[in-house]
C-alpha cells in the first residue's frame, strides 16, 4: 500500500515536470534515441522527481502559481477556504468528493484532472500541531465527508450549498 502511494506521488510529481518539456523536445527525443539514451533519461527523470517529493505538486501550490490564494479560488469553485485547504491536507474521504468538483478544480488551476485525483488520493498531510496517539505513535487524523464539510462551513450561502450538495441539504 505504501508503494502504491508513493508511486503515485512520483506520477504527481512526474506529470508536473513533464507540463514543463515541450511537446517537440518529447517527440524528438523519443524518435531519435536510441533504447540507451531513452533509460539514461529515464534514470534522470526518476532522480528528479526523487529529489522533488518533498515539494510535490499541490492545490495549494499550484493555486500561489497562478496568483490566486484559497479565497480567489473559493469564489470560483463557490467554496470556502475552510473546505479548499481540507482538499489541499487531504482531509476529506476521496469518495465523498463529487466528480464535477475534480473537473472544476482541474479548470480553475489549468492542470489534467488527473493531478487532482492523484493528489487527493495520496494519505492525508499531518497538519502541524496534530498531536500523535502515545500509544502507537499515529497521527490523529480524521478524515470526514465533502458533505459533512460542506454542512460545518457557516459562511456558504445557501445557493452554494444547494449548487454542491443538491437535495441532501
Keep these: 500500500m505504501i508503494q502504491n502511494n508513493e508511486r503515485n506521488t512520483e506520477h504527481v510529481i512526474g506529470m508536473h515536470i513533464l507540463t514543463e518539456v515541450s511537446e517537440a523536445k518529447l517527440d524528438a527525443l523519443v524518435h531519435s534515441s536510441t533504447r540507451k539514451d531513452f533509460d539514461v533519461f529515464l534514470t534522470g527523470a526518476r532522480a528528479v522527481v526523487a529529489s522533488h517529493k518533498a515539494t510535490s505538486w499541490s492545490v495549494s501550490q499550484s493555486t500561489k502559481d ?22 489541499d491536507m487531504r482531509l476529506l474521504h476521496v469518495a465523498s468528493i463529487p466528480e464535477r468538483l475534480f473537473d472544476m478544480l482541474a479548470d480553475a488551476l489549468l492542470v ?53 450538495l443538491g437535495d441532501k441539504c
Design 66 to 87: 497562478l496568483g490566486m490564494d484559497f479565497s480567489d479560488l473559493g469564489r470560483q469553485l463557490r467554496l470556502p477556504q475552510e473546505v479548499l485547504q481540507k482538499i
Design 112 to 164: 489534467p484532472v488527473d493531478y487532482i485525483r492523484n493528489y487527493v488520493a495520496l494519505p492525508p498531510a499531518v497538519p502541524v500541531g496534530i498531536r500523535f496517539h502515545a500509544e502507537n505513535g499515529e497521527p490523529a487524523v480524521v478524515l470526514e465527508t465533502f458533505e459533512a464539510a460542506l454542512l460545518d462551513e457557516d459562511d456558504l450561502s445557501e445557493e452554494d450549498l444547494k449548487f454542491w
